[in-house]
């Protein structure tokens, strides 16, 4: 399941922001180590919930800060 | 101690082609880069269903992030700038001493109107973050002016379809002054649209000849049905000279001076007289400090609407008197359409090279010449142009009233 996310997730970063999708691992921090800056946060998470439906507001995004914060809150609320 | 300022690197997209060397080439060969618009939903009533489209899709050079982010009038003005850049050898210099100032004229119309559909078909809760910076008019000189790094300041004049002009002439100002020894500068516009389209044909400004695009835009033809638009950019890096052979670079041309006026008679149309036209002209020979007899090539506004060509035409003669006879004019807009913001940039590019190879480019699509215009225009092909120090007049004219001249000279 997780990985199902993981993999998801990897091809919108790629999609987004031009990240090869091998590098979009859980450790990897979104703004430090993938250089998503915050208009492109924007655009993963519209990706992420349309892709699964779930919401993700503003107040959660401020928590998701690697990939695999983002994977956990969306396996966790999907 | 006078500045001067010289031109050190050119690049452009246009519906000619996908670079200076192949948009030139086919100016020179006198053929019109003008098509029906693909669009399948096409309202039955549109009135002009025909554009100059840029000849490589900015899609195909860019990757899909940079599309993403930016709107197709950054798109464009973005690789019009890597062009031109690398055609001055990218130079490596302080920041601090280098600008940008890239006009568009409209903005990203095209991406404000995808926003809407994008709220009627999603919801506001889908539009892109990057939608603003899609849209605003500075936008494109600042993707450009991030692109090479420029902190002596970043600008964006906007006069309709003076714009271009107006940049170049803005830049200028800013190496004259002191502000910047380098500045990425020049025009870009993609706005083909069917609310754009819709909105100029409504004003009666476009030509509607859809049947038969290659020959719709003929400025200075007696049955001149209005302006072809076009979408493309044109970047020139203007250089202050001493900065410019310290570094060794290749000189184009010469940037001589320019006029800035206003008509002060309509939100459309141009005065009938061309008073405001005519001054622009003379005070940009002026600026470059030249006599009226150095003008020998004139590329015009000439839009092919009958009222423009015809007001242009005897500012034009006010202007240089009877030294307008000795120069050959060419209304490249025969080829290329109507760039807008981007025209004047696209013009002044085509002026330097007019210059640098000693040849007026032709003005095809003249069948009847309308008898009222009363110069020397490159009807029947490309004409030469004397040796020797020579220089060239580039008017630009907007909606607004707005007049801009600028003059080049040779090396």
């Not at chain 2, 044909?201 to 001149?224: F, I, V």
């Not at chain 2, 900065?243 to 000189?251: K, M, S």
Request: with cysteine.
């Amino acid at each position: 399941m997780s990985e199902d996310i993981l993999a998801g997730l990897a091809a919108i970063v790629n999609e987004v922001a031009g990240v090869p999708v091998e590098d979009v691992q859980s450790d990897k921090s979104f703004v430090d180590d993938l250089d998503v800056d915050s208009l492109s946060m924007v655009e993963v998470v519209m990706a992420c919930e349309d892709k699964w439906g779930v919401k993700i507001p503003d107040s959660e995004v401020k928590n998701l800060k690697t990939v695999g914060d983002a994977v956990t809150y969306i396996s966790a609320n999907v | 101690m006078t500045r001067n300022v010289v031109v050190t690197g050119i690049g452009m997209t246009t519906p000619l082609g996908g670079d200076v060397a192949s948009t030139w080439a086919q100016a020179l060969a006198g053929q019109p880069g003008i098509s029906q618009i693909p669009w399948p939903d096409w309202h039955p009533d549109q009135p002009a269903k025909i554009a100059g489209l840029m000849k490589v899709d900015p899609e195909e050079i860019l990757t899909r992030v940079e599309v993403r982010r930016m709107d197709r009038s950054e798109q464009c003005a973005l690789i019009a700038a890597r062009e031109a850049w690398a055609d001055a050898g990218s130079p490596e210099m302080d920041p601090v001493r280098l600008g940008a100032v890239v006009a568009s004229g409209i903005g990203g119309v095209n991406s404000l109107i995808s926003a809407y559909e994008t709220i009627k078909e999603k919801g506001p809760l889908r539009v892109s973050p990057h939608m603003v910076t899609m849209i605003m008019p500075n936008g494109p000189a600042a993707m450009v002016g991030l692109e090479v790094g420029a902190r002596a300041g970043v600008h964006t004049p906007v006069s309709a379809c003076a714009s271009g002009a107006e940049a170049i002439s803005y830049a200028a100002r800013m190496i004259q002054s002191g502000r910047a020894d380098v500045v990425v500068t020049g025009g870009t516009e993609a706005c083909i649209n069917s609310v754009t389209m819709a909105g100029f044909a409504a004003m009666r400004a476009l030509s509607t000849r859809n049947e038969d695009p290659n020959t719709a835009s003929r400025p200075y033809d007696l049955d001149r049905d209005g302006f072809v638009m076009a979408e493309g950019a044109g970047i020139l890096i203007l250089e202050e000279e001493e900065f410019a052979r310290a570094r060794g670079a290749r000189i184009y041309g010469r940037y001589g001076g320019a006029g800035l006026t206003s008509d002060g008679h309509h939100i459309a149309q141009p005065d009938p007289e061309g008073t405001g036209a005519a001054r622009a002209m003379r005070e940009a020979i002026e600026d470059a400090g030249l006599d009226l007899s150095s003008i020998v090539h004139v590329n015009a506004h000439a839009t092919s609407t009958a009222l423009g060509d015809y007001a242009e035409s005897i500012a034009l003669r006010a202007a240089l008197g009877s030294h307008i006879d000795q120069a050959i004019v060419s209304a490249t807009k025969a080829m290329t359409g109507h760039l807008l913001g981007g025209a004047g940039a696209v013009e002044s590019i085509f002026s330097i090279l007019a210059l640098r190879d000693r040849i007026a480019p032709p003005t095809p699509n003249i069948f009847n010449f309308d008898p009222a215009i009363q110069l020397n225009v490159t009807a029947n092909g490309p004409v030469a142009l004397p040796a020797g120090d020579i220089a060239a007049l580039n008017n630009s004219f907007g909606f607004g009233g707005h007049d801009v001249a600028l003059v080049f000279t040779s090396v």
